[in-house]
DNA sequence: AGGAGGCGACCGAACGTTCGGTAGGAACTA
DNA sequence: TAGTTCCTACCGAACGTTCGGTCGCCTCCT
């Protein structure tokens, strides 16, 4: 499933898609031209306008799969959850894991929304599918406030608190460190429960296979540079 | 010490800091242009550098006075503080703190390390400055874990984990929410301690006189439009 | 034959930056 | 007091470059 960016016969929508979301998340949407694009998939940059509408289409259709594959795969693991306990504890575990396995699609995901267009019908439906996406926290954290299991003092305080809490792993993870991904999750599903004052439970790990595999999320994008930590 | 951006008899200098704070955190500092800061004071693109070398240096002045406030403010708290939990407290305290009361500052400071050349004299210094703070965390997570205080797998990992937390602050916190600053930092103390495993402490609340203000930072800086969570 | 894929050349606009010039005031001299 | 000389702050216009995007043509493959 790994995609060669300068393999001519490779699907070049494909392609693009994955050298876009290496560079929007390296240097940023505003500062990638399409030529940069256009040089990472050798071609020039008229031969990117035959594949993308736009910049900007191309920017809001990578967060769109994104998004919505985030979306799908939430909602297939909670199907099969009970007590918001449980739930939090998915979507949790969910959504850190998936910002530790796709470092580079998430940091586009969550920083470049203020690049589209306000107003315009792509910035809309992200937004849209976020909504949806957050219900679910919104959801379980009232149910279990409701249920008496959660004790918070500000649902809204606490539902973005563990989110950017989640997101965050998309800045700092690395696979080669000294804990694995699951113990990640599992970590953070222990803080996430106490931050709503419910007790900590055994948690069953949560069935990885069931996340989103972005294809265009290259294997290495954990030895991509960043701008910090660079000689750590 | 409010900074009125068109007003022609204040420090043009801070004028044109507080206008590229702004623009810079709301559009990002490669989608904001040097006319448009012009805009913002009531200059012409020319008249901008008067007073600025180049639109690098202006973001790289920013950064640097920025990060030097956190960390002046960082050593003076920790001079009276004994135990590495109390210093831990501290360190997650004031630096939620600072996020929550400087967001678009804070934004700036850590989102647009990447804007600086890579290599450039601005870039390796205000890094330089960063490895400097982060040493106060690194320190006092090995101080713990070498007493027996704190039990972590994963110092690194922890201490990634813990600061996105509190960076991630910047994101979301509103003054008007149902949480008071004060109340915030306490819980993600509270959080914190239990992330290394020491036993929660009746936590002396940081003083918050000691932290840095920047004079830039707009008053009403958490009215700023935020791309997402717009219309919530 | 014809469509898909791509190239070179090009467009108008915007970019960061520079330059020559000027209004206004302070400072000094005659 | 009047005149000369500076200096600070800023503007209008332009520099070369790059931007997102378009157009026509060529070359494959079917």
Redesign the pocket.
Known sequence: MIIDLTD?DGD?HERIRTAAVLLFARQGYAA?????L?RAV??????I???VA???ALLADLMRVAQQGLNDATERMLATAGAPADRLALLIGSLTAVHARNPLTTRVMDGELRSLTPGSAAHDEIIALRDVYEAHWRRTLADGVAGGTFRVADQKLTRLALMSMCTGTSEWYRPDGDSTLEQVCAEFVTIGLAAVRAPAQVTTSPDYSLLPDFPWEPPDAHNDPRPDEARR
């Open positions: 001519p070049a990638t031209s399409i030529r940069d256009g050798h071609m020039t940059n008229a031969g306008y035959h594949h736009s910049k900007e």
